[in-house]
C-alpha cells in the first residue's frame, strides 16, 4: 500500500522558519546553480503495508521504518489489575528497548535515504482483551509455564508470568519476551542444532540464542519489507553481507533431472518465478508466480507454461522447502500428439547467499492422457536475480 503526501513547499517551509526565527529559507529552497527552478510540491511518501504479525510505515523523507506490532492478552486469574498492567509495561520495554534502532539499514545511491540509511523503530501496543480476529498477537500468560513459546502461524504467543523481569540463562539473562518478538518476525532459535548450517550457532550472546544482542541478520526481515515496497531498491542491514536471509523477489531456477523409467531421459528444467506480493502466508510461505521450460535432451521436446510456487523459507533456516505446480504445454509434433501437463514439485534445499541448492523431485500428469505419468528426479540450483 502507498500513500502519497503532497506538501506544498511554501507551507511547510515557512511554518518551519517561524519555528527556527530565521527569515533565510534552507539552502535546498533555493534555484539551483543553473537557474532551475524549485520544484513546487515537495513529494513525501509514506509506503505502509502489514507483515504476518504487525504493520509497517516506512517514511522515505525522514528514513524511518516505524514498525508496530498488536499484542492481545490474557492472563491469569493469580494476577491482578495492577500486576497485569506492569507485565504489559514491561513486555513493551523489552521489547521496544531490544528491537529498535539496533542497526541501519542501507541501500545503493539512487534509491531513499542511501545517504543516511533507514532507522526502524519497533512498537508494541498492548491490550488487556481478547483478539477477535484483529491483526495482532494472542499473547497468553501463564502460571505455570517456564518457557516462551511463539506459534507464527496462528500468531500466539505463550509467556510465563515470570518473564516480565529477564530469564537466567547461566553466565547472562535473556529478555525472554523480546527474544519471543524475534520469532514474530519470522526469526528461528539459534541455539538448536541445525542453526550450525546457518548463522549465530555459536553467537551466545544473541537475542535468538540466550542474550539480548540484536545482530544486523535480524533485521532482515526489516530490510525485506522495504525492498518489497520499492521496486528496484535492495535494502540490506548495515553489517550483514550475506544475502542468504533475505526472501528474493525475483528467481532463476535450473533443475538437470532424468525421468525415473526403464529408459532414463535427460531433462533440463528453467524456471523464472517472481515472489507475489509482499506479505507471506501465515508468516511463513511466499507464494511465486512464474514461467517454466522442460526440455528433453533425447527427443528435443520442449514444454512450457506458467507455474505457481510455495516457498517455505523461514521454518528453520537456512533450510528451505519449495512446492510447486503449474501447466506446461507440450506442442504436438510428428511423432505425439500434444500434452497438457500438470507438475507436481517439491524442493528440499539449503539457500546460501545469494544462491539455493536442493534435490527436487517432480511428476507430470497430462490432463489430455496422452502421455504417461513421468517421475523426475533432480539437483535444484536457484539464483537471486535481484539481489
Ligand atoms: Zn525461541
Known sequence: MEQTIHRKSATA???????????????HEHAGFFGKAPPAVIQRTVHSGEDHAGNYQFDDAACTLNYSQDWYYQFPSSMNASQQTAYMTAAENQVETVWSRKHKLRTSSGCPCSASGVDVN???NNHNEPRRDRHGFDVNVEQSSTTGFTNQPTRTITLADTHDVPVNMGAQTQQRIAHE???????TDEYVGWAALGFGHSDRTSIMHSGDDVRPRHYQHFADLISNELEGCIYRPEGFSSRALANPVTQLGITPAITLSEDPEFVIDL?????IGSSDILGLVTPRAGFEMMLNTGSGNLMFGPTLDFSLNRLAHPLYV????????DPEDPRRPESLNIPLSATVGVRWSGFSAGVNYTGLIDVLGNSPYTHLLGVNLQFDLDR
Open 271 to 275: 524456471r523464472l518465478s517472481r515472489r
Open 13 to 27: 517551509e515557512s511554518s518551519s522558519r517561524q519555528k527556527n526565527g530565521s527569515f533565510f529559507p534552507p539552502a
Open 181 to 187: 518478538f524475534g520469532h514474530t518476525l519470522g526469526i
Open 122 to 124: 519497533v512498537n508494541l
Open 322 to 329: 519449495d512446492i510447486g505446480t503449474g501447466l506446461l504445454y
